[in-house]
């Protein structure tokens, strides 16, 4: 079960939209970007490298990409190591510019008022001046609510079905003053299964609008 390895950036149905901007310039933050396959996937595709950052708190994934990839020497997209959490270490010529951030399984790893707070960061880390995009994916569940079967070294995680996940958004829309527009889905997955019987994958993505 390496969620890691999989590609689900370009599974989304506003891949090409996102692909597009970032040709266009538009700067995309992958957070949480592990090995960076999504990163790849996207160059692949055929966006600008230097459009492209990715942010992780372990260097030790950022490093495995690279030599997964072996394009050490030929990929330029900018990698930052950090706790996200912690002032932005990204340039803010390049900050100014970032209008989708891509999550990935990151979201889903905090109860509700931790992912409230996930939420109200990358908001905060979009451009003031244009509308913007926020995408990822969460373990969910049928049974919303605290996981019980969340294994004994980790924090409580929240798990979510669409219409919880659109509560929290509301949350945060409300309490940032922010417009949203929450779209997500459900998806049958056996890896997810295999956790828990109830466990889904939620694919999801959140329109951000400045003005």
Not at 40 to 45: K, Q
Not at 179 to 192: A, M, N
Request: aromatic share 12%; hydrophobic share 40%.
């Amino acid at each position: 079960m390496f969620w890691f390895l999989h590609f689900d950036l370009a599974k989304s149905p506003i891949y090409q939209e996102i692909l597009s901007n970032v040709q266009d310039g538009t700067l995309l933050l992958d957070l949480g970007c592990g090995l960076g396959q999504d990163i790849r996937r996207l160059v692949y595709d055929g966006a600008p490298q230097d459009n492209i950052i990715g942010l992780d708190l372990h260097r030790g994934f950022i490093d495995l990409g690279f030599e997964l990839f072996n394009d050490r020497n030929t990929l330029r997209s900018a990698f930052v190591v950090q706790d996200f959490f912690e002032r932005s270490q990204i340039p803010q010529s390049q900050a100014s510019r970032i209008r989708i951030i891509n999550s990935g399984y990151f979201m889903h790893l905090w109860d509700w008022d931790g992912q409230i707070k996930v939420a109200k960061h990358m908001i905060s880390l979009l451009s003031l001046e244009e509308d913007g995009i926020v995408t990822g994916m969460h373990f969910g569940s049928k049974q919303t609510g605290v996981w019980e079967k969340v294994p004994a070294d980790n924090d409580p995680i929240f798990l979510h079905d669409p219409v919880s996940f659109k509560s929290l958004w509301q949350q945060v829309g409300s309490e940032t003053e922010t417009k949203l527009d929450v779209w997500s889905s459900i998806e049958q997955d056996e890896d997810h299964m295999r956790l828990d019987p109830n466990g889904l994958r939620l694919r999801w993505y959140v329109r951000v609008f400045r003005h």
